[in-house]
């Protein structure tokens, strides 16, 4: 066996957070520790240790209640990479997963793709992180309000349906992080919530039941955001894309929606507008 074989991960806890920050941060991530608080205390956080017991490697299971996990944050520093470092921490996460008996889910970057396709994960579907600014100037659209700590479970459940799973620790934590950023239609029927990252203020998820409805809360989180934004859209929506490029939008990368074996997405797509992030799902 060698040097990267399973044995030689370990799971990673809050002790180990400087070294996950130093992670995401080498690879230009957005990432808070607020987020990777979300892994280690949600889920399990693998990482490949070197001769002096720094993680320089990671990579996340997130499990939801609906029969799948997410697999995210895979990282390899940058002077240890094409050391198969990267296929093992990921073979290392699906046995996770398996083990759990859960479908492995995962947003892949196109280096990502080419590690994980060999491995059995097919596409659902893909897209594209849209990076702009936000003025912070902008008036709320009709039939939008802003979001209450009263409406996370319904949020929840609109999530829940869109995605595929329930995820309250998630909207929760989206919704305390400071400035609260969020809204919802007044029928309750969609929401947008956005939160600060290391780097740019990451608008989703945004769940709709119609790309109109989805247009207005984006300008709500738009109007509200200020500064660097980034949102992860899904690619089969075209008058989002549209109103993005209009605003002075551009994709920075586009990203894979892929499950282990399996092309059919979760939950109802046509209600999912702007995924919570590649890390999240
Ligand atoms: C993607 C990443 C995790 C790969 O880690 P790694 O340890 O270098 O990957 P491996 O050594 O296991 O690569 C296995 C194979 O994948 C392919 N591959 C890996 N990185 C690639 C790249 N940048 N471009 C093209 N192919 C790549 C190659 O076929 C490689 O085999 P080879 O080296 O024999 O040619 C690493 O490059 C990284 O941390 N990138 C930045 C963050 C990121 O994109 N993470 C993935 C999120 S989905």
């Not at 999912?272 to 890390?279: R, S, Y």
């Amino acid at each position: 066996m060698g040097p990267t074989d399973l044995q030689s991960f370990r799971s990673l806890t809050p002790d180990d957070m400087t070294d996950c920050l130093a992670l995401s941060t080498e690879a230009s991530w957005n990432q808070t520790p607020d987020d990777w608080a979300l892994f280690l205390r949600h889920g399990r956080v693998l990482g490949h240790l070197d001769d002096r017991g720094r993680a320089v490697a990671s990579g996340a299971v997130l499990p939801y209640p609906n029969g799948f996990a997410w697999i995210s944050m895979v990282l390899v520093t940058a002077s240890r990479r094409r050391e198969k470092i990267g296929t093992r921490i990921l073979e290392a996460c699906r046995a996770e997963v398996i083990r759990q008996g859960l479908l492995p889910v995962l947003d892949a970057t196109p280096a990502g793709e080419q590690v994980y396709r060999p491995l059995g994960f097919e596409t659902m579907f893909r897209i594209s992180r849209w990076q702009g600014n936000a003025s912070g100037r902008g008036s709320l659209p009709g039939g939008i309000r802003a979001m209450t700590v009263s409406d996370i479970p319904a949020v929840t459940a609109i999530d829940a349906c869109a995605f595929g799973a329930s995820r309250r620790f998630l909207i929760a934590s989206f919704f305390d992080r400071a400035p609260p950023l969020a809204f919802v239609t007044e029928d309750l029927s969609g929401f947008v919530v956005a939160r600060p990252g290391r780097t740019a203020t990451q608008i989703g998820p945004l769940v709709a039941t119609d790309e109109a409805t989805a247009l207005a809360l984006l300008g709500a989180a738009l109007g509200a955001a200020s500064g660097p934004v980034f949102l992860d859209l899904v690619d089969r929506w075209e008058n989002m894309t549209r109103t993005l490029r209009q605003r002075g939008f551009t994709v920075q990368r586009p990203f894979t929606r892929m499950a282990l074996n399996r092309a059919t997405p979760l939950g109802d797509p046509t209600r999912l507008f702007v995924v919570a992030g590649p890390e999240f799902g």
